[in-house]
C-alpha cells in the first residue's frame, strides 16, 4: 500500500528542501528538512567545537534544555546507566498512545512492556527467552537458509536485466519478507504489512524537531494505523494457537515466561515490535552496502578472495551508514556533567549515533572503510548495554547473506549514470528512497 497522498506530498517536499552545507557551528542544524544531507559536514563541526551541544528550551521540564552528544565515549557511558539516564521518548510514547488508541476504540497496544518487562531484568529476561532464539546473535542463524533463498529469489527477478533499482527491489524488500517469516505473518500480507511498517516509522520520516513529533491530526490516524496492526498482530496469534508453525508467534503460544503462559495481547505486542525493528533499518544499511560495493571494485574483488572479510565490510557499513543516526531517548535524573558542560535533571539527551561512529577518537581514518580495522564492530549503530538492539543478530546475518549473494552473482557492479542524485529520505533515519546500479551476470 503506497503513501496517502498527504503523506507523499510532505515527504516530496521534505526531501526537496535545501539548505546551506555548515561550516561554523552557528550553521550546524541537524534536524531541519534538509539537513540529512550535511550531517557528516555537520558532525566534524561538533566534533570540534560542542560536542555537548544544547538546544534551548527543548528539555522535558520547564526551563530545561536537551543537548546534542557526538562524541563515541560520551553516548556510550549514557546507554550503560540505564539509572541516571533513563528512556525518555519510549515512556512518553506509551502514554501518548495508549491514551490515542483507546480513543479509537481499540484496548490495548503496549501490554509487553506493562505486563512482560516492567523492569530492566525481565527486560534482559524477555530478550534473552523469548526474542532472542529467533533474532539474537545465536538464535538468528536459524534463518540462515531462508533468507539465502529470499535474496536468490529477488535476484532471480531482476539479474537478466542488467540493471536494478537496488532499494525498491532488494534493499527493502529482503529484510521485509524476512522479518514478516520470522514472525510469522503470512507472506501474501506483505502490501499491507509494510504499509503498517512505514506507520511504526511515520514519526521519524515525518517528525520535526530532535523529538520526532507528529501533528495532532497526524498523531491520531497514526495511532488509528497502530491499532490496525495490532488487531492484525491479535488474529494471527488466535491462527497460531489453533495451528502452529515455526515462527516467533507460534513458539510465543507455547512457551512459559516468568512463570505463566503469554497473553494473545502481549505475544501481539512482542511480534509488533519485531515488526518495526526488521524493516527500515536493515534496508537502509543494506542500501549503502550496495552502493559501496558499485563505488568500490577493488572491496568486490578482496572479499571474493577472502570471504571471512565480507563480516568486516558489513561492520564497517554499519558504522558508517547507521540506519538510525540519532535519538531523543534519555531523560537526565540527576544533575550532572558531561565534557564541562552542566546539565540539569529534566534534561533530556539526544544521542547521536551516527556521529560516534564518525568520531575520530574511536579509531584512525574514521570516515573511511577499512577492511582491516581493529574490533570492527566497535560502533553504537546497534547502541549498547541493556538497550542494544535485540534483533541485530538478524540485521547482521542478513547483511552477511545480502552481501555475499551479491558478489557471487553480480559482476561489474556500478552506478548507473544519470539516474542517482543520492538524496536521502527526511527524518532521522540515513537511507536513499532509490539506488539504481548496473552490473553484467556472473
Known amino acids: 500500500m503506497p503513501l496517502t497522498a498527504e503523506q507523499q506530498k510532505k515527504q516530496d517536499e521534505m526531501m526537496a528542501a ?39 528550551g527543548e528539555g522535558a521540564l520547564p526551563g530545561t534544555d ?58 534482559k529476561k524477555q530478550r534473552l527467552e523469548l526474542t532472542g532464539p529467533w533474532v539474537g546473535p545465536e538464535g538468528a542463524h536459524r534463518n540462515t537458509e531462508m533468507i539465502t533463498h529470499q535474496a536468490n529469489e529477488l535476484i532471480d527477478g531482476w539479474i537478466d536485466r542488467g540493471e536494478v533499482d537496488f ?15 520470522v514472525i510469522g505473518f503470512p507472506l ?40 490496525d496492526l495490532f488487531a492484525y498482530s491479535l488474529e494471527q496469534v488466535a491462527k497460531a494457537r489453533k495451528n502452529p508453525g515455526d515462527n516467533l508467534i507460534s513458539d510465543l503460544t507455547q512457551v512459559e515466561f516468568n512463570g505463566r503462559s503469554l497473553t494473545d495481547e502481549e505475544i501481539a505486542g512482542i511480534a509488533g515490535q519485531m515488526h518495526i525493528g526488521g524493516h527500515d533499518t536493515t534496508r537502509y544499511v ?21 570471504r571471512s572479510k565480507i563480516r568486516f565490510f558489513v561492520e564497517e557499513a554499519l558504522r558508517l551508514f547507521a540506519p538510525t543516526q540519532g535519538l531523543s531517548t534519555r531523560l537526565v535524573i540527576e544533575d550532572t ?44 549503530t546497534f547502541s549498547m548495554g541493556p538497550r542494544v538492539c535485540p534483533g541485530a543478530g538478524l540485521s547482521r546475518l542478513e547483511q552477511n547473506i545480502a552481501v555475499g549473494t551479491l558478489i557471487d552473482r553480480l559482476d561489474e557492479l556500478a552506478i548507473a549514470p544519470n539516474k542517482n542524485d543520492f538524496r536521502n529520505q527526511p527524518g532521522i533515519m540515513l537511507g536513499m528512497n532509490e539506488l539504481h546500479l548496473t552490473f553484467k551476470k556472473r
Open 18 to 56: 535545501e539548505i546551506k552545507c555548515p561550516v561554523n557551528l552557528e550553521e550546524v542544524d541537524l534536524f531541519s528538512p534538509g539537513a540529512q544531507e550535511h550531517w557528516f559536514d555537520a558532525y566534524r563541526i561538533l566534533h570540534k567545537e560542542a560536542p555537548v551541544h544544547p538546544i534551548p
Open 66 to 123: 536537551a543537548f546534542i552528544l557526538s562524541k563515541y565515549d560520551d553516548i556510550a557511558a549514557v546507554v550503560r546507566d540505564p539509572v541516571q539516564f533513563p528512556m525518555y521518548q519510549a515512556h512518553i510514547a506509551i502514554e501518548d498512545a495508549a491514551k490515542l488508541v483507546e480513543e479509537n476504540g481499540i484496548g490495548a497496544l503496549v501490554p509487553p512492556r506493562d505486563t512482560v518487562r516492567p523492569t530492566l531484568e525481565l527486560h
Open 167 to 181: 532499494v525498491s527491489e532488494f534493499a527493502a524488500p529482503l529484510p521485509q519478507r524476512v522479518i514478516t517469516t
Open 188 to 227: 501474501e500480507d506483505l502490501e499491507i504489512t509494510r504499509h503498517w511498517a512505514d506507520a511504526q516509522v511515520q514519526r521519524f520520516v515525518f517528525g520535526y524537531s530532535h523529538k520526532n513529533l507528529l501533528t495532532p491530526e497526524e498523531e491520531k490516524a497514526n495511532a488509528a494505523e497502530l491499532a
Open 286 to 306: 543494506i542500501a549503502a552496502e550496495g552502493m559501496l560495493l558499485a563505488q568500490h571494485p577493488e572491496i568486490v574483488e578482496e572479499l571474493r578472495k577472502d
Open 337 to 380: 556533567e558531561i565534557r564541562g558542560v552542566q546539565i540539569p535533571r529534566g534534561s533530556i539527551l539526544h544521542l547521536r549515533y551516527g556521529a560516534a561512529n564518525r568520531d575520530p577518537d574511536l579509531c584512525p581514518n574514521s570516515e573511511s572503510i577499512d577492511l582491516e580495522r581493529k574490533n570492527p564492530g566497535r560502533h553504537l
